[in-house]
């Protein structure tokens, strides 16, 4: 076994879980990630936690939904007792074919979704991370031979964690002291709210509130949003690509949109709801490790030199007590490159230029 | 997808497991019985119940086992409850590697087992059914050709199982009726009380208390046995071959054995406690698909023209209300082969001669 996976696995338990002696851990193994659950299951048991690794098959997914009548039992209870007394979830990322679900028609996606809300709530309720472990499939998605994506893949997750909280350290301060942001690149002039507001730091550990290995960003819930912006790095939304999205905002609302590619997506998501019309998140990405667009937002929103904003739904962490943030069924990120001539100011103070942090 | 793959599924979760809308199933995937599991997944969704796959991989259990310092938690909660909730337990078998935890010290395996007794237990109380995927690994085991062992396989499982289970009701029907069974093949001249024991009609089907898919043999719980008894059929127990393996009966207890391999391994399963010494089982294979000897005793105890004995526990199915059965640790299956000049005797009445019963 490639010694980087062990490594991938210690700093998923140890770094990010936090795992300790006697934890009730859950660990969802995807069809293509069987290796890094074996390194998982070694460190879970040296470290005298409990495991039980469930199957999170594309395939078993797809067989099941398509043959379902679609009336989905509600959060059916033996599932929701174990993620109810599970202190950790896991879930290792690896897929064998990103369109292995592609043909269950989405009714039927969104009614098995619906029924299990419990379920979902009880699993963001423990210490959750998702992590990913290379897969060839992963590889194509990102239009890269598979020997350079697994070195891409560990360049961005296998960091000093510690040093980049602390380096993160330094914008969440600027971020919770400021009032407003303004980010200034090609074919972006953005101004919005940030006061009151609390940052997190995103260090891919839950001891961050930071859900994800890799992470690497520091992100907050702004409002009051005004200006435009250009979306220049290409996604996949809803299987769909989508490329060079422009939005137009007025007091906090997108009042006008295109796209040069997927600009239906980009009408459905705004169509969802209010909420989807304002923005939830505004992440700058601060992972020098993930050093290209490989088409997967666990990488792509943390690149270093990117900042990306949502579409909806805020999180609870950036916002004072009792404040409600900007609700939305969908929270669907878009990101936009801090390249040369970029700016961003908190404030008024410029505190990126060209894509480099005033400390860097 | 080779269509016996579903029609296995199919006969799984409607013979079988009896599978209903809403039942809480758990579908415990080996890390070779993909294939089978997204066709259990489409039939599962088919019939309107509930799907949570675990995956039951034997890298990860050696990998978790060897890493841990041996002090396990008692059943732990999130996994006992899942079970106590479940309705149904269906275990796909399809190991890739039938040495895949040869490396783990036997106490840590014990001990890891020792404190899982309540979820064993919950599990045991649920309707499970245990199947077997074909796989290579299997196959070379059975030492054979895949494809060939694909055959085997379907042809032992894709039975008319209702026929079957009307030919062994004649069986039990004799079973029933009797007081002492006795065997008599090569180097076999056995015989044993079955007085006021119930013989189980084993059909591969919860409704008819079998929990193995395939099934077919006819079992109770032997006392009182006298005699010899030489057992042809080679096996693995404990991970060690074990060949014409001769038990010598006096008032229901081995006085004497000898073995032409694998002594040792008779040796340590007799001194294992009391009761591993007394029979706890007496079943009669009636399986014509299994006609060959495959190393696996979800077949090999099944094939037609075979008797098997086990020591140890005995089953409570078998057995009277109140009255308790044979009482082991282990319940180690032996196989001995019904060929010419064989008979088994009820009461006196030749009920199987040179192999074949008086109704073939």
Known sequence: MDERVREHARTLVDWS????????????????????????????????????????SAELRRAYLRAHDGAFDADPEYELAMYERADSVLILKGSTNTAGTADVPSERRQAHSKARRAIREARLHTDWVS????????????????????????????????????????????????????IVTDGTDLTMSIEGRTAVNSAASVAYDSHNLPSGEVFTAPEGTEGVVTFDVPMTIQGRRVRDVELTFEDGVVVDFAAEQGEAVIEEVLATDDG?????????????????????ILFDEKMGGTVHL?????????LPDGVAGNDSAVHEDLITTMGAGSRLEVDGDVVQEDGKFRWE
């Open 276 to 296: 989807a019309r304002r923005l939830g998140e505004l992440g700058i990405g601060m992972n020098r490790g993930v050093d290209r667009v490989t088409d997967n």
């Open 17 to 56: 879980a936090r795992i300790e002696a006697g934890d009730d851990v859950v660990v969802q193994v995807d069809e293509g990630a069987h290796d890094l659950a074996v390194a998982v299951a070694a460190h879970l048991g040296t470290r005298g936690a409990n495991l039980l690794s469930t199957y999170s």
């Open 131 to 182: 992590t990913q472990h290379p897969t060839r499939a992963m590889a194509q998605q990102a239009g890269m031979a598979y020997e350079a994506y697994e070195d891409f893949v560990y360049d961005a997750t296998l960091r000093d964690w510690e040093a980049l909280a602390e380096e993160q350290a330094q914008l969440k301060e600027l971020l919770d002291a400021g009032d407003t942001v303004r």
């Open 310 to 318: 949502a579409l909806g739904r805020a999180y609870d962490a950036c």
